[in-house]
Structure formats: C-alpha cells, structure tokens
C-alpha cells in the first residue's frame, strides 16, 4: 500500500480529504505563484495535446499506449499518451513563441513509489536564444517564490533540510564522482555512445559496489550515484549537478569547451531530484540518430521501441532556434513547499484503483 494512503478510506472519503487539505491549499498557493514568475519574465502559457506519435525516446521510460479512431471504422492509428511535452513545445519553438511555458499532465508506466505516480504535473519551460546555466536563474526564482508561498523558509525532507535562499551550490558530474566515490570518471569514458563498461566496473568494485553482469558504462553511473552521490545533493542548498557524460545527453547538445560532455544540469533539493534542463540540440541528423541508437537499446533490454515523431524532425529541419528547456516535478515542488511526505498528500485524487 503507498505511504500515506489510509488503510480504512478511500482517497475521495471527507476524512481522507481533510487529512490533504493543507497540502493541497499550499500547492494552489504555490502554482500561483508559478504563474506570476513567468508572467513577470514575459512568458506565454501554452497548452499542447497529451496524445503524441511517439511519448519521448528514453529508453527506461515505459509508456501508456492507445488508438485513435476515425470516422470510419478502419480508420485508426496508435498512439501514446506523453511522458513530457518537449516535441510539441519545441514545435513552437519553430514556429516563433520565444519564451513558452506549461504545467502538463504526463504519464509514466510502471512508476510507483513516495515521490513516483503513473500520472503527474510536469512544469516545462523553454527559453529561445539563452544559454542552459540561464534556466538556474529561472529555478531559483520559482523555488523562492514557492517557498514563500508555502510559508516556509528553508525545505525539509526525510531528514535533509535544504535553504532555497542561500548560494546554490554548481557540481558537475565529474566533480561530484570525484569528492563522493573517489572516481575520475572521465578516465573511465572515451566520448562514444556506448562506452566500454570495464574500467568503471573496476572502480565500482573498489569502493564496494558491485558490478552487475551485462552492465553497461551508463548502468554502472546509475548505480554510483544513486548510492554514492545522490544522497549528498541538495543538502543545505540547492545543488545544480551539471554536464553529464555525452552518452547521457538525451535531447542537450555537446559543451564546446569539452565535448565528451553535454549541456545538461538536474537540480536536487533535501537529495530530491526536481528537474533536468538541457542545452537544446537542433541537430535535426543527430537527433535521428540518437533516437535511432536509444530505441536499439530499449528493444534489447525491453523488447520494444517507439516511434519516431517524424514532424518534430521535419520541425527541426525547418529551423529550431537555438535554445534552452528544462522540466520540473511540480508535484515534487509543491511537496517541498508543502512539507508534505508523499506524493499523494499533494494530490487531490490518485489514478483511480492504484
């Protein structure tokens, strides 16, 4: 049974309601908030269909497939709900809205937990013309202006408490497997897709973490930070970790000062994972292939791939500015904001029969 739901009522009974009252009015106040950070920075609100051709290339990411019936009875087409917006909000990109941002409902298959739901907020944002690093100016503001609307000074959670308003800390990648597991990661990478997992493997063994058999170099990352590093981020300030391995770029193209690695950053708060922004690749040849060579990867380890979105390639081809995008929990956000334990204190209702 998830934390937090009670054993004896159902999320819609008045008790069971009254007990996300508090939370739930804090995130109100903080999603108006939202709406008055981008306001004064001079974004649009746009709002994009949750049904796509393909729900995002992640090759972990497990999607909820459906069809779309027309007029005549054979007339009908798969297609997925969402895991982001991205394609449809880099469409508009193309199509001339400067600086865009929503709050989405996405849907993620398979994902369950205190801080996961199969359906959840997404905020989504995306700036034409401005480089990555710019986007932790647009986080600090919203996890300011959410804590004050929250009423809360600093976050607090499972035993970390993080101050929004202090000097965030920047970490990259490398530095961060350097100071919490003793690793140069780099030593270990040669800049390709698939890099050779052995040397990692051997410094994971080394400081106790063992390799697992048909480990690849990216699996092995996983692992490191999720036991070494991950943990440690976000505790006290903010910490935006940056330039990951170009292997785990998803849509960021390369850094021009190193280009092993990509323009990407993830924010941590109280060791909570809240976004991740990209310096957007335009690519769109390189796009194609990236696709090309993750959903090889997803059919071996899952047995299936998606399709590739074929209009937001010919959008890219038809020219997408040169930009930045990042996507944050909100649900996470306003958990933060809320002093909320779960996820689903700041639900008003969770996927029905889950």
């Known amino acids: ?16 309601l009254a007990r996300r009252r508090p939370y739930l009015a804090a995130r109100s106040r903080v999603l108006n908030a939202v709406r008055r950070v981008f306001e004064e920075l001079a974004f649009v609100e746009v709002d994009t269909p949750a049904l796509q051709v393909s729900p995002g290339m992640e090759p972990h990411l497990q999607a909820f497939a459906t069809e779309l019936q027309g007029p005549h009875p054979d007339d009908r087409r798969p297609l997925y709900l969402h895991t982001s917006p991205e394609f449809a909000m880099k469409k508009l990109l193309v199509a001339g809205v400067p600086r865009l941002w929503q709050l989405a409902h996405v849907y993620r298959n398979g994902e369950r937990s205190g801080t996961h739901a199969p359906e959840f907020s997404m905020l989504e944002w995306y700036r034409a013309g401005d480089g990555y690093r710019t986007l932790i100016e647009d986080c600090q503001l919203l996890l300011q202006a959410g804590a004050e609307a929250g009423g809360r000074r600093s976050f607090t959670f499972r035993g970390m408490t993080c101050d929004p308003f202090g000097t965030w800390r920047v970490l990259t990648v490398p530095d961060a497997f350097q100071e919490y597991a003793g690793i140069d990661l780099m030593a270990t990478y040669d800049g390709s897709h698939d890099p050779d997992p052995a040397a990692l493997a051997a410094e994971a063994a080394r400081i106790g973490i063992a390799p697992h058999h048909g480990d690849r170099w990216e699996d092995i990352v996983f692992r490191i930070m999720f036991d070494r ?51 957007e690749l335009t690519d769109p040849a390189v796009q194609r292939a990236r696709f090309e060579a993750d959903m090889d990867l997803k059919e071996r380890l899952y047995g299936e791939r998606f399709p590739v979105d074929e209009d937001f390639l010919a959008a890219l081809e038809h020219g997408m500015p040169q930009s930045s995008g990042i996507a944050m929990g909100f649900d996470r956000l306003a958990m933060l904001c809320s002093g909320a334990e779960s996820i689903e204190q700041v639900l008003w209702l969770p996927v029905a029969g889950v």
Not at 1 to 16: G, I, K, T, V
Not at 246 to 272: I, N, Q, T, V, W
């Open 1 to 16: 049974m998830p934390a937090n739901r009670s054993p004896e009522l159902p999320p819609w009974h008045p008790e069971a």
């Open 229 to 279: 590093i991950e943990p440690h981020l976000g505790g006290g300030v903010p910490c935006v970790l940056s330039d990951y391995p170009l292997c785990m770029a998803a849509l960021s193209r390369p850094k021009p000062e190193d280009p092993r690695l990509a323009e990407r950053f993830e924010l941590y708060a109280c060791g909570l994972e809240l976004a991740n922004a990209f310096g």
